[in-house]
């Protein structure tokens, strides 16, 4: 388990797992996979900050100080089993490790671009132990604010976009930093169909955080792409997207239809298929970053083709398909596990999901 982790971690993911309740057995160190390289191993405390007997301790078997941060884990609220309503208390290394869990989400959010060894970095250097490591604390307990900001500026997830037909095309985005801004680096950059980009400078909204600016007048469905880019008085300086110029948002001048605003994508993706498990229909997103052919086959346990989703040109965009359960053939496939490809000239790409079959018989 220990090897499956650090391979998952190489492959993006970011793995954060309970260090063990050892701590009071003759064993005390921790379990697999939390000795993991690249692994943020979790260990307890209670909620004044001192740790619980059952924390597992370090060092690896190869001397690494672990565990990575420690949490609370002691008298933790969390859902009564069976229940939607009710709330209990636990504790253990598996109480505190879903809240790092969550402060490390936190910081993917904030920063997207960030890869796994980045965002333990955040975790492990903005603890509160970070100077002096140990094998009971490792680099301390989380701070949830700081590590959000190690790497610096952000922005909102997702800009608004508003149409006048007097005034023209109006976006806002929120914009953080633990330093002051710097005013004239606020921008919002855009382009006109195919055309180079051209500036306009942001300004704050009555809104804490807010910045909004107007972009030029265009007729009806006419293309406009854009992004932002902000500095602030600590030296740090950011896109958004974070690859722009060659990411941008667009959108099309006065299209009611259009609800939401994805950035072109940044690199080939493919996401765990929504929901997993599912009995009548489960949605796959992807993201193709080169336009060209692609295809997105779904294949059975035994790497047998079961349907083909698609196998067409794509343009360089976000897509979502369906599937039903349905072989090529319209026939419904047994409950089990089945595997979805997406598979490009320059890339392929296989997740797992688990269908139930049809539950209404």
């Given at each position: ?153 952000f922005f909102s ?25 710097i005013g004239d ?163 392929s790409i296989v ?11």
């Amino acid at each position: 388990t220990t090897l499956a982790a650090d391979i998952a971690v190489k492959k993006g993911v970011v793995v954060v797992n309970s260090n063990g309740n050892e701590g009071n057995d003759q064993w005390t160190y921790m379990i697999a996979p939390a000795d993991g390289i690249d692994v943020i191993s979790v260990g307890a405390v209670y909620s004044n900050g001192k740790l619980v007997g059952f924390s597992s301790r370090g060092p690896t078997y190869d001397g690494r100080i672990k565990p990575d941060v420690v949490a609370m884990g002691s008298g933790v609220s969390c859902v009564t089993v069976g229940s939607v309503d009710q709330y209990r208390t636990a504790s253990g290394t598996s109480l505190a490790c879903p809240l790092v869990a969550g402060v490390a989400a936190l910081v993917l959010q904030a920063h997207p671009y960030l890869t796994p060894t980045q965002v333990k970095e955040a975790v492990r250097e903005t603890a509160n132990n970070a100077v002096m490591p140990d094998n009971e604390f490792g680099w301390g307990l989380v701070n949830a604010y700081e590590a959000i900001f190690y790497h610096g500026l952000f922005f909102s997830s997702t800009p608004q976009i508003f149409n006048n037909d007097q005034l023209g095309h109006l976006v806002r985005t929120k914009i953080f930093s633990k330093y002051k801004l710097i005013g004239d680096s606020l921008l919002v950059h855009y382009a006109i169909e195919d055309g180079s980009f051209s500036s306009v400078e942001l300004s704050p909204t009555e809104e804490d955080k807010e910045y909004q600016g107007w972009l030029p007048l265009q007729s009806k469905d006419t293309k406009i792409k854009f992004y932002f880019s902000a500095a602030d008085k600590n030296g740090d300086y950011k896109n958004f997207p974070h690859k722009a110029p060659d990411s941008y948002f667009t959108f099309l001048a006065f299209d009611s239809t259009i609800s939401e605003y994805e950035p072109v994508p940044e690199d080939f993706k493919l996401f765990q298929n929504y929901p997993n498990p599912f009995a009548g229909e489960t949605a796959i997103e992807y993201d193709i970053f080169i336009p060209g052919n692609a295809s997105l086959i779904i294949y059975n346990i035994r790497g047998q083709k079961v349907r083909t989703i698609i196998s067409d040109y794509h343009n360089n965009e976000r897509f979502v398909k369906s599937w039903d359960g349905l072989d090529d053939k319209g026939k419904r496939m047994a409950a089990g596990v089945y595997f979805y490809r997406l598979k490009t000239n320059e890339t392929s790409i296989v997740k797992r999901l688990v269908y139930l079959g049809n539950l209404k018989n």
